[in-house]
């Protein structure tokens, strides 16, 4: 779970400021409200850079080697140990270094459940923003046990690379084997790679977004699109009494053609040849088919409501749709994830009248 994010030097953000957003693991619904130009927007878009290497937005006059971005996470340990050590499971030196982020993550654990961190901030950080970091890090040791969950503070800095901050020192001097330090990008990137964040901008077509091949669309329905057409044209079905793919019964049956076609054709001359360029590939592969597929199938299934096409509808109409579609993904309880979703619409109210702005309870 997010739990929350410090951010300094990120567009409005000018010093070190910690933003709250969810303590608790069965409510984790949260909402920014306040005037235009106070931030809310730059908190869900530096969550963005963090997940999604959004570009950075950095605050004028920011000193570059202050500027950071860093989330707060409650994390399971059972989950996450479990999808880390299923990933490049045939692959023995990403599982070494997977073993160790997990040990890496159960050393800051400790720092985090054991220290008095109150002491131990760098940096310009509002006091206000320590103590209320500081109380929301008690609240969550009263309601859950370090033996099932990891808390950590993982970050970016505008340079890409991974940082502890605000508490950079603090780790360097906790850290008795000096790998939790060295190895902060690739815990930076197994986090990273436990949770999908989906950000949808206010200014986005919603009709761009629900678009089955859109890349946030992917995320929302933890698939991916490229990857189940791969499969199709891939996996072995039995055809003519062999078992083949269909990609290469389709290059077998259309080679065949085209032998046909040149036996025909070099009766009359046998300088002429259908054939592919010099060192061109003979094959159709995945990716050709793939594509076509994209352009063709997809753009036949486009969202309708109504039986009318999603842009056709009222503005109001279509940011109720992206809401709905949304929710109807992400509270499909038969459908296992492979990652922890984290959606953010800005301004999701936009256009939809007072009465669509609240939901009953399901």
Request: glycine residues 4%; proline residues 1%; contains cysteine.
């Amino acid at each position: 779970m997010l739990i929350g994010t410090f951010i300094n030097g990120y567009k409005s953000y000018d010093r070190a400021y910690y933003i709250p957003i969810s303590e608790d693991l069965d409510e984790k619904y949260s909402a920014y409200i306040g005037n235009n130009g106070v931030g809310k927007s730059a908190i869900l878009e530096s969550l963005d850079v963090f997940f999604n290497e959004r570009s950075w937005n950095i605050t004028r006059g920011a000193t570059r080697e202050e500027i950071y971005i860093s989330l707060v996470f409650l994390i399971k340990k059972s989950e996450f140990i479990e999808r880390a050590r299923n990933k490049n499971y045939y692959n023995t030196n990403e599982l070494e270094i997977n073993e160790q982020v997990i040990s890496n993550l159960e050393t800051l654990n400790n720092f985090y459940w054991n220290q008095d961190i109150s002491s131990y901030f760098q940096g310009g950080t509002k006091r206000e923003h320590i103590t209320m970091f500081i109380d929301t890090i008690e609240r969550l040791k009263k309601k859950y046990s370090s033996k099932d969950f990891f808390i950590t503070v993982v970050g970016i800095k505008n340079n890409g690379k991974a940082s502890f901050s605000p508490f950079d020192g603090a780790i360097s001097k906790f850290d008795n084997t000096d790998t939790v330090t060295s190895n902060a990008d690739k815990i930076r990137s197994l986090i990273k790679d436990f949770y999908a964040y989906v950000y949808i901008p206010v200014e986005q077509n919603v009709d761009e977004v629900l678009k089955v091949e859109a890349m946030q669309m992917q995320k929302l329905m933890n698939k991916n699109v490229l990857e189940e057409i791969d499969n199709a044209l891939t996996q072995k079905i039995e055809l003519n009494g062999r078992n083949k793919t269909f990609l290469s019964f389709i290059n077998e049956h259309l080679n065949n053609f085209m032998k046909e076609i040149n036996t025909s054709i070099q009766q009359i001359d046998s300088d002429y040849n259908y054939g592919t360029e010099t060192f061109g590939k003979k094959n159709l592969t995945e990716k050709d088919i793939r594509d076509k597929i994209l352009e063709a199938y997809f753009s036949k299934r486009s969202l309708k409501y109504k039986n009318r096409e999603i842009i056709h509808l009222s503005s109001g109409e279509q940011r109720k749709a992206l809401i709905d579609i949304a929710y109807a993904f992400l509270t499909n309880n038969n459908n296992k994830l492979d990652k922890e979703i984290i959606l953010a619409i800005d301004e999701p109210e936009v256009s939809m009248n007072i009465g669509n702005c609240f939901m009953d309870d399901v």
